[in-house]
């Protein structure tokens, strides 16, 4: 057998989250395997360097104004990259995040917990994966092909201290993709896979601080644990995401649909005994 290569030269694949540290690795990856990465996002000046990362690489990477939770926006994004690149052959959903007013910690038990919040969490990890799956989704139903990658986490298998809402919404998410998976192929196409990747724990500007501490750098009580916790002993580097998104995207992967991928240095298979 040959080495194994990915070519998404002629490829178009629409993201959302793109510009958070974990998306942007994902697209410039993409851009440099020869797809056309169109990025959803409601601040485009956040989106520029990977432009001109892309570009210094001859990848090409274009920005569309879109909220993942407004369907209108998302309509006019998918008519923009329809003209001018004729389909979308992949769609992944990395818009997610956390809000501290859902999450417990010594000051702030579940009961005081914040119903707005609980909602603003549940519409941008859930919702913001359905509306996009309804929209890009639509055209891979009418051509009968096309992949959606969803980002689920660790925190919808284990449920982890303090989220809360958080991981119910990545719970969902995974059983969402289950469903979709099914649906997609049973009513359109078997040709159209829908799949997750789970990650760990990873170092981001959202939980950073969380895990490290922001003066010393070492860990905080909180990192020890998953640490401890995680048999490759560390957390993991947003470039180990790409191996798995490049495989569950092309067609190397065209019998695998309806799964949630765990990435995450051996966490998921630690009973801690």
Same mark, same amino acid.
């Given at each position: 057998m040959g080495k194994l290569t990915y070519d998404y030269s002629g490829k178009t694949v629409v993201m959302t989250g793109g510009t958070g540290v974990l998306g942007s690795?994902?697209?410039?990856?993409l851009a440099e395997h020869g797809a056309h990465v169109a990025l959803l996002a409601r601040h485009l000046e956040k989106a520029k360097p990977l432009v001109e990362k892309a570009q210094a690489m001859s990848g090409s990477i274009s920005v569309h104004s879109a909220d993942?939770?407004?369907?209108? $926006?998302?309509? %006019? #994004? /998918?008519?923009?990259?329809?003209?001018?690149?004729?389909? +979308?052959?992949?769609?992944?959903n990395a818009a997610g995040g956390n809000h501290p007013k859902a999450t417990t910690n010594p000051e702030q038990s579940f009961f005081q917990l914040s119903e707005d919040a609980f909602r603003q969490v549940f519409d941008v990890n859930f919702l913001g994966t359905i509306l996009p799956?309804?929209?890009?989704?639509?055209?891979?139903?009418?051509?009968?092909?096309?992949?959606?990658?969803?980002?689920?986490?660790?925190?919808a298998y284990r449920p982890l201290t303090r989220v809360v809402a958080y $991981?119910?919404? %990545? #719970? /969902?998410?995974?059983?969402?993709?289950?469903?979709?998976? +099914?649906?997609?192929?049973?009513?359109?196409?078997?040709?159209?896979?829908?799949?997750?990747?789970?990650?760990?724990?990873?170092l981001t500007e959202q939980n950073r601080f969380l895990l490290t501490d922001k003066e010393s750098g070492a860990l905080t009580a909180r990192g020890k644990k998953i640490i401890e916790h995680t048999p490759a002993s560390r957390f993991g580097e947003a470039k180990?995401?790409?191996?798995?998104?490049?495989?569950?995207?092309?067609?190397?992967?065209s019998f695998v649909s309806g799964v949630v991928v765990p990435i995450d240095g051996g966490f998921s298979a630690n009973s801690g005994v």
């Amino acid at each position: 057998m040959g080495k194994l290569t990915y070519d998404y030269s002629g490829k178009t694949v629409v993201m959302t989250g793109g510009t958070g540290v974990l998306g942007s690795t994902i697209s410039l990856s993409l851009a440099e395997h020869g797809a056309h990465v169109a990025l959803l996002a409601r601040h485009l000046e956040k989106a520029k360097p990977l432009v001109e990362k892309a570009q210094a690489m001859s990848g090409s990477i274009s920005v569309h104004s879109a909220d993942v939770l407004d369907k209108h $926006a998302l309509h %006019k #994004a /998918a008519e923009e990259i329809l003209k001018t690149h004729g389909k +979308v052959d992949a769609l992944i959903n990395a818009a997610g995040g956390n809000h501290p007013k859902a999450t417990t910690n010594p000051e702030q038990s579940f009961f005081q917990l914040s119903e707005d919040a609980f909602r603003q969490v549940f519409d941008v990890n859930f919702l913001g994966t359905i509306l996009p799956c309804q929209v890009f989704g639509k055209y891979m139903a009418e051509r009968k092909e096309g992949v959606i990658l969803n980002v689920s986490s660790m925190a919808a298998y284990r449920p982890l201290t303090r989220v809360v809402a958080y $991981a119910a919404a %990545k #719970a /969902a998410v995974n059983n969402f993709t289950y469903w979709l998976a +099914v649906y997609m192929a049973q009513e359109y196409s078997p040709n159209i896979r829908v799949n997750a990747i789970a990650p760990g724990f990873f170092l981001t500007e959202q939980n950073r601080f969380l895990l490290t501490d922001k003066e010393s750098g070492a860990l905080t009580a909180r990192g020890k644990k998953i640490i401890e916790h995680t048999p490759a002993s560390r957390f993991g580097e947003a470039k180990e995401l790409t191996g798995a998104v490049l495989w569950l995207l092309s067609p190397e992967s065209s019998f695998v649909s309806g799964v949630v991928v765990p990435i995450d240095g051996g966490f998921s298979a630690n009973s801690g005994v």
